[in-house]
């Protein structure tokens, strides 16, 4: 639970400092928009009752993950000083908070605190900003949200922003069965290129890390990945694997569809132009077709709104395109924490494997893919100590020690006993 809060923390993080330690070279007056904008917004921080950052709070991020090297556990939150010690509000005191506030809701704040006071309902030294904190981050302030400032966009650059969705797609046949599809796509929002979009029979995460693995693998790394607000969307592994290749998880708000405009016409288009006509006897026959149809149609037409062909644009500015590193498959294993037990084993999903023998005792980070379940790399300490090696328990009976405790293993096995022998 330790290791899951620290990556969710240092994901959070990255994506407040990924326009400052990406490959965008930025003005000394953009940075200093950038931080107050930043600075002026509030944030749902994890495991924090804030809701602000600082500036030096930002800076501080910054030069971590920049003394580091790029290494995404430079953000992992360090141990409180203040540890193991009483916060002045407990969880009695923030639902008296919330009760007084529910029963009276037009009070001005500061009666309310002195209300609160009077009646012994809180400690005497809260302060009014922690009254506000506690209002704001239960939502019971009263404000009149603003009109909100609504404008059209467009990434620079190919490869700025990628746009991810599913749409809902017809059904095939599938072992005699009638099975649903989904079409899981990302378009880039510069050229209305699509780096991959395919129809698979769940838009689960397996499926959904499945196409982005691919797009990766054939268009490069993208610098900002807008999604949706799905469960794939929102799991750990997608937060962690985005951070790690220093991609900026970006996740629409909800009820408002309006930011992708690009990727919904992009589906309009698919369901009048190629589901119409489209084969959807199989799905190998309707992924076979709708590739076809993406290569050699959509993207070779031109688009209205740039005024050129997608994969014409896209190519144009190809120097500015980050390829996937030659690991890209260890950045989507699935990682898990084990500890080493005292006869340095290690059971993953009903698998047995042996660890060295001096992390026993450790707690150590596991990563697999989920395909190739025997193939465990374990790392502790930040260092990786290699592969993990099923456990063979027939082999272990032959394994013995010496006076030094130095493992030798017997050159061949024991005679087997014949049974009834002793009797002739």
């Known amino acids: 639970m330790a290791e899951n809060k620290n990556e969710t923390v240092a994901v959070f993080r990255f994506g407040v400092i990924h326009e400052f330690i990406g490959g965008a070279i930025l003005s000394s007056i953009e940075k200093r928009r950038l931080i107050r904008e930043k600075c002026a917004r509030k944030w749902i921080i994890p495991y924090s009752n804030r809701t602000r950052i600082s500036e030096n709070t930002i ?20 141990k409180r000083n203040d540890r193991g010690k009483p916060r002045i509000l407990s969880g009695e005191a923030i639902a008296n908070i919330v009760n007084a506030r529910k029963e009276r809701p037009h009070v001005p704040v500061k009666m309310l605190l002195a209300d609160l006071k009077r009646r012994h309902l809180i400690p005497e030294k809260t302060g009014l900003t922690t009254l506000y904190r506690v209002l704001h981050q239960t939502g ?3 404000n009149t949200p603003a009109p909100e400032d609504r404008r059209k966009f467009e990434a620079p650059l190919p490869n700025d922003i990628w746009q991810s969705d599913v749409m809902h797609g017809p059904k095939v046949d599938v072992k005699g069965t009638q099975r649903k599809t989904y079409l899981i796509a990302f378009l880039d929002d510069h050229s209305r290129l699509l780096p991959f979009a395919a129809f698979y029979l769940s838009e689960n995460l397996s499926s959904f890390m499945d196409a982005f693995e691919k797009a990766l693998i054939k268009r490069g790394l993208p610098r900002k990945l807008y999604v949706d607000n799905g469960a794939a969307y929102r799991s750990h592994k997608l937060e962690f694997t985005c951070a790690s290749l220093a991609i900026a998880l970006i996740h629409a708000r909800p009820y408002k569809p309006q930011g992708k405009g690009k990727i919904e016409r992009f589906f309009r288009s698919v369901r009048s132009d190629f589901l119409s006509v489209a084969n959807t006897v199989s799905l190998e026959s309707l992924n076979t077709a ?23 644009r896209f190519t144009r500015k190809l120097a500015c395109i980050r390829q996937a590193p030659r690991d890209l498959k260890n950045h989507f294993r699935k990682t898990v924490h084990r500890t080493v037990a005292k006869d340095r084993t290690i059971t993953l999903d009903g698998r047995l494997f042996e660890a060295p023998v001096l992390l026993i005792g450790k707690r150590a980070l596991l990563l697999y893919h989920e395909h190739t379940p025997k193939q465990v790399e374990i790392f502790w300490n930040k260092k990786s100590h290699g592969f993990l090696t099923p456990v063979d328990l027939h082999v272990n009976c032959r394994v013995k020690r010496d006076r030094n405790h130095n493992t030798q293993l017997e050159s061949t096995p024991r005679e087997l006993y014949k049974g009834g022998g002793l009797w002739k």
Do not use: A, C
């Open 59 to 78: 800076y501080r991020w910054i030069r971590r993950y920049r003394k580091s090297g790029g290494k995404i556990e430079s953000l992992y939150p360090r």
């Open 140 to 142: 019971l302030m009263n």
């Open 290 to 312: 709708f590739d076809k149809w993406l290569d050699d149609v959509y993207h070779q037409r031109k688009h209205s709104g740039t005024g050129m062909t997608p994969f014409n």
